[in-house]
Structures are given as structure tokens and as C-alpha cells.
């Protein structure tokens, strides 16, 4: 559940009841990085900022959706039941308030991020995409300065309801996310907002703010996932964005069996003795914030030039500080992520 935020920090009362929780929660920690990178109050800045958010669809009338799952289980006919319910029972202005990129929108209004926006779908995918295009446009020079991440809202009933249906939530009590096996498995939805602003080295000095990190490169692929084939693309992808000098690794892994047994294999395979965190054990899965929500992990641990404690015995200490911090996030059911972050070299 979501803990208790003061909105008003960020967002005023009358903004706020346009806005569904995801979309709070997405705005609040926009204003939260823009307030970070000493943005927010610079109009000029603002007005030339790309953003580019991760996002799902909105909150959806969960009354309707339970009359029509209930409804359907004695239905004679439920193409036909189905078809009447959506005629009669749903708003024309519902679909509107379901527009993924509803929440580039609220920022741009309360925040006065007016530069160019983008807005990705595609659950873990989505997240994915938004970082490496920030991260490709400013190292292309097409971009500045981004305001980049994604937002979920945990306590929606209808996404419980549709994860629940692929078996995808775990049931059992709370395991370490590589501990999840049989009913256990699965993931722990939890309520996520994370924004970065990315800004290349050049801006930053002439804005004379410090940067918590550098982000050095992501690698991003997707496809089926027989016969290790993920693994496969992990390793090709860990080609491009390895330097040489990973001694830490933040996972993203949801606890979905088969794909976390699968990372869990190929890190101990391809980069073995590190020290790895799961941060989803304390985060829960944000869905497409969940990649965004890494790399902003591992970007305090590299300003910070330390590494987060052990929890779980099956986690490593870290002899030092991070040098390169790889971050993970490979999607429930498809896409895969790979970020490395390091500390700024004075």
C-alpha cells in the first residue's frame, strides 16, 4: 500500500482531482527530481525539456468489470452480454480518462515541462524504452536535458485482477523474490513513482549542479522465451554495456519463476561472485516504473560510493564501493533491460 504523502508538496488540491492515483503518484515524483536537479524553478529550463514517461492505461470502473465477470459465469450467450455491457455500461469519456499519456499531460500542466514528450506502453517494456531513448538522445545530442521514468498504482483492483489471471501474483507469505517457487511465485505489486532528470555532463556544468551518476549505457531487447532464449539476449546485450569494472548488480526481478530462476542462472553464470540486490523485496514491482525506479537505486548508491546492505543471506556483501552497477529488469512476461551506472570520474 501506498504510504502516507503530503501531495500538496507538489501538487495543488484542484490539479489533483483531475488526476487518478497513478497519475498523482507520477506527478508528485516528477516535481520530486525536478525539484532534486534544481529545475523546477528555472521557466527556461522547463520550457526546452524533453520528458518522456512510462505508463499503463488508466484506473478502470471496477464495479463494471465485476458485474461483467460475474454476470458472464451464468450467461447463456456472452458475446452478447459482453457487447450489451459495453454499450450501456461504459462512458464514452471513460476511454479518454484511460489515455496512457494523461500523465506526460499533469506534468506538463503543474510542472511546466513544455519541451517535446513521449509516452511508452508496455508494462516493464515501457520503462525500459523510456530510459534508453532519454539516454540515446542526449548521447546523440538531439537532447540536454529529459525528464524521464514511470508511475503505477498498486492498489488498483483491476490490475490485481489481471496479473491474478496469469498467474503472475505471489500468494503465499512474503519470500525473497529468488525464493518464490509454485504458488509463492510470483510478484508483489507496489505503488511506484520514479523520475530522473538525465542531463549531459556539459548542461550540468553549466547549470553547476552536482550529478549523483553517470549512466554509461542500457541495452534493451525483447522476444520469446523458450529454450533460455531470453539468457541468450541477455548476454548479447551485457556485451554492450559492460566495462569491465560491474562488482554490484540491482535486480529488478519480479519473482515469477521461470524468468527469475533464468536471471538468477545466467548472473551466475556470466558475472559470478557479485553482489546482487533484489530490490523489488523492499520496493514490491512497479510494472514501468520499475526500470526507471533501478536506475535511480543505483544511481544514489554511486554518489553515495556505497553499495545497499544485505538482507537476505543469499546476498552478498560488497567488498568497497561500486565501481559499476549494473541494473536488471526483465519483464514478467516479455522485455528485457540492462543499465549500467557509475560515479562521476572528478
Known amino acids: 500500500a501506498l504510504g502516507d504523502v503530503e501531495w500538496t508538496n507538489q501538487i495543488s488540491r484542484r490539479d489533483m482531482r483531475q488526476m487518478e492515483p497513478w497519475q498523482q503518484i507520477g506527478t508528485y515524483a516528477a516535481g520530486l527530481a525536478l525539484d532534486d536537479a534544481k529545475a523546477k524553478t528555472d521557466e527556461e529550463l522547463c520550457a526546452r525539456m524533453d520528458m518522456i514517461v512510462a505508463a499503463g492505461g488508466g484506473e478502470r470502473d471496477a464495479e463494471v468489470d465485476g458485474l461483467i465477470i460475474a454476470e458472464?459465469?451464468?450467461?447463456?450467450?456472452?458475446?452478447?452480454?459482453?457487447?450489451?455491457?459495453?454499450?450501456?455500461?461504459?462512458?464514452?469519456?471513460?476511454f479518454l480518462a484511460q489515455l496512457s499519456n494523461l500523465l506526460a499531460g499533469n506534468i506538463s500542466i503543474v510542472h511546466k515541462v513544455t519541451g517535446s514528450s513521449r509516452t511508452f506502453m508496455g508494462e516493464e517494456g515501457?520503462?525500459?524504452?523510456?530510459?534508453?531513448?532519454?539516454?540515446?538522445?542526449?548521447?546523440?545530442?538531439?537532447?540536454?536535458?529529459?525528464?524521464?521514468?514511470?508511475?503505477?498504482?498498486?492498489?488498483?483492483?483491476?490490475?490485481m485482477l489481471l496479473f491474478e489471471l496469469g498467474h503472475?501474483?505471489?500468494?503465499?507469505?512474503?519470500?525473497?523474490?529468488?525464493?518464490?517457487?509454485?504458488?509463492?511465485?510470483?510478484?508483489?505489486?507496489?505503488?511506484?513513482?520514479?523520475?530522473?532528470?538525465?542531463?549531459?555532463?556539459?548542461?550540468?556544468?553549466?547549470?553547476?549542479v552536482e550529478p549523483y551518476g553517470e549512466l554509461a549505457a542500457v541495452a534493451a531487447d525483447h522476444g520469446t522465451r523458450n529454450d533460455k532464449a531470453a539468457s541468450s539476449r541477455l548476454t548479447a546485450a551485457l556485451e554492450k554495456v559492460n566495462d569491465g569494472n560491474i562488482n554490484a548488480v540491482l535486480s529488478g526481478a519480479t519473482g515469477v519463476e521461470d524468468i527469475t530462476a533464468e536471471e538468477n542462472s545466467w548472473l551466475n553464470d556470466s558475472l559470478p561472485h557479485l553482489s546482487v540486490r533484489g530490490f523489488?523485496?523492499?520496493?514490491g514491482h512497479g510494472i514501468e516504473a520499475q526500470f526507471p525506479l533501478g536506475i535511480a537505486l543505483a544511481a544514489i548508491a554511486a554518489k553515495k560510493g556505497a553499495f545497499y546492505d544485505p538482507v537476505y543471506a543469499e546476498e552478498a556483501p560488497l567488498d568497497g564501493s561500486p565501481?559499476?552497477?549494473l541494473v536488471t529488469t526483465l519483464g514478467h512476461y516479455r522485455s528485457e533491460g540492462l543499465g549500467l551506472v557509475k560515479p562521476v570520474s572528478n
Not at 178 to 200: H, K, M, P, W, Y
Not at 280 to 283: C, I, R
Open 72 to 94: 458472464a459465469r451464468t450467461a447463456n450467450d456472452r458475446d452478447a452480454m459482453l457487447t450489451e455491457r459495453l454499450s450501456n455500461d461504459l462512458r464514452p469519456t471513460l
Open 126 to 159: 515501457a520503462g525500459i524504452s523510456a530510459i534508453k531513448t532519454a539516454h540515446s538522445r542526449i548521447a546523440s545530442g538531439q537532447s540536454d536535458i529529459v525528464l524521464v521514468g514511470g508511475a503505477f498504482n498498486g492498489e488498483r483492483e483491476d490490475m
Open 168 to 208: 503472475y501474483v505471489s500468494r503465499g507469505a512474503f519470500l525473497p523474490v529468488g525464493q518464490r517457487t509454485g504458488d509463492d511465485a510470483g510478484f508483489n505489486l507496489g505503488s511506484i513513482g520514479a523520475f530522473l532528470v538525465l542531463e549531459s555532463e556539459s548542461s550540468a556544468r553549466r547549470r553547476g
Open 280 to 283: 523489488g523485496n523492499h520496493t
Open 323 to 325: 565501481q559499476s552497477i
